[in-house]
């Protein structure tokens, strides 16, 4: 009786120890928030959220985060602990409004918010051409849109919008993506069909031979709109993230069926402008020039003369004739360094085409374990 008494009041310690600890936080976080404030003021404005929205300051308070960061939590946990406050802060007169390709419940609004945090106006439009839109007449101050993927390759459609508009690349976000069967059957042997997006199903195809042999996989627009069909029809399954299984009440059957573990998909933040250095930059490049041999080593040779990493490069026809081409090329740095800015005049010499689509911010990941 006498030990249950000693951990009894050993834990009420411990409690009373958190409750100051909480009471320390709560004051330390609304004195952040008062600063955030006082920084709008020394502006002497009073504009909406996106006039003081700056990524790289953003990036480089993420990359101390990780960098103090000793446990227990993870490095994911304590960045998204920090991205939520900064939200909160940034928002506090006026939320930014972040297009997004939807519906609720994707992986793109999933890294609007591993992005931007929650505390954003967020829209769901159904085509990356409209999020594009609404970023360029304003109604929205930034857009999230998908880019690539790490086993099914590039979105050309988003890259393609490049060509006719201005906007800038503002930031990406890299998201591990895991794929779940969800399903209201009892069991495997229900299920009559499959829908998912198209990259979706070939991210699970090895999962799907293996334990749904010969079901009907059916592609649908996008992940969510599989989830809406199948809430009600319980010989029917969806290949979706958990937030659609939160959203539409699906159970989730078995989780993480994609066929690769290290399943990743990278987005871009579009917006209107390029803001300044972050001190780890990434820069992305539209790229063309006169037809003919050895066109791609006159693009590509300043990087070379220069010292810059080229981390990637795709080809997209140009749309101005028959077999023309443009590149978009990725490489580390800012605009403004001055090995790329050197590498830029070169290139103004040697392609008919050389528009920086944008310098941002490297995507802030957690440090790999050892």
């Known amino acids: 009786m006498a030990k249950d008494s000693e951990n009894s009041s050993e834990l009420a310690a411990v409690r009373d120890e958190i409750d100051t600890l909480d009471r320390k936080i709560q004051d330390l976080i609304s004195d952040r928030a008062r600063l955030a404030f006082r920084v709008r003021e020394s502006k002497g404005e009073s504009g909406s959220a996106v ?83 609404q970023v360029h007449s304003g109604d929205a101050d930034f857009g999230v849109v998908p880019v690539e993927n790490s086993t099914q390759g590039i979105v050309s459609h988003t890259l393609d919008n490049f060509l006719l508009s201005d906007l800038k690349i ?78 539409y009440g699906l159970p989730v059957m078995f989780a993480d069926i994609e066929d690769h573990p290290d399943n990743t998909t990278r987005f871009l933040v579009i917006g209107r402008q390029i803001f300044a250095p972050s001190g780890n930059d990434k820069t992305t490049l539209l790229l063309s020039g006169p037809e003919g ?48 800015a050197a590498a830029l005049e070169d290139l103004a010499q040697v392609s008919k085409l050389s528009r920086v689509l944008g310098s941002y911010p490297r995507a802030v990941l957690a440090k790999k374990s050892s």
């Not at 499959?194 to 059916?218: A, D, F, M």
């Open 293 to 340: 041999p050895g066109l791609l080593h006159s693009l590509l040779e300043p990087f070379r003369v220069h010292g810059l990493n080229m981390t990637r490069i795709e080809s997209r026809p140009s749309r101005q004739g028959k077999w023309a081409y443009v590149f978009f090329v990725d490489v580390e740095g800012h605009a403004e360094d001055q090995a790329l």
């Open 51 to 133: 006039d003081f929205y700056r990524p790289e300051r953003e990036a480089q308070v993420l990359r101390k985060v990780r960098e103090r960061n000793k446990g227990p939590l993870s490095d994911s946990e304590m960045l998204r602990l920090f991205r939520e406050i900064m939200s909160a802060c940034l928002a506090q007169q006026e939320p930014l409004k972040v297009a997004f390709l939807g519906p609720e419940g994707t992986f793109t609004q999933q890294a609007v918010h591993r992005h931007f945090g929650h505390s954003v106006h967020t829209m769901s439009l159904p085509a990356i051409d409209d999020v594009f839109e």
């Open 170 to 247: 503002c930031g990406e976000i890299e998201l591990r993506v895991h794929q779940n069967l969800l399903t209201a059957a009892k069991s495997l042997d229900q299920i009559e069909r499959v829908y998912s997006h198209e990259q979706s199903l070939s991210q699970c195809k090895n999962w799907l031979r293996t334990h749904l042999p010969g079901v009907e996989l059916i592609a649908v627009g996008s992940n969510s709109e599989a989830a809406r069909r199948v809430r009600n029809t319980p010989e029917s399954a969806a290949i979706a993230g958990r937030s659609a299984a939160d959203i």
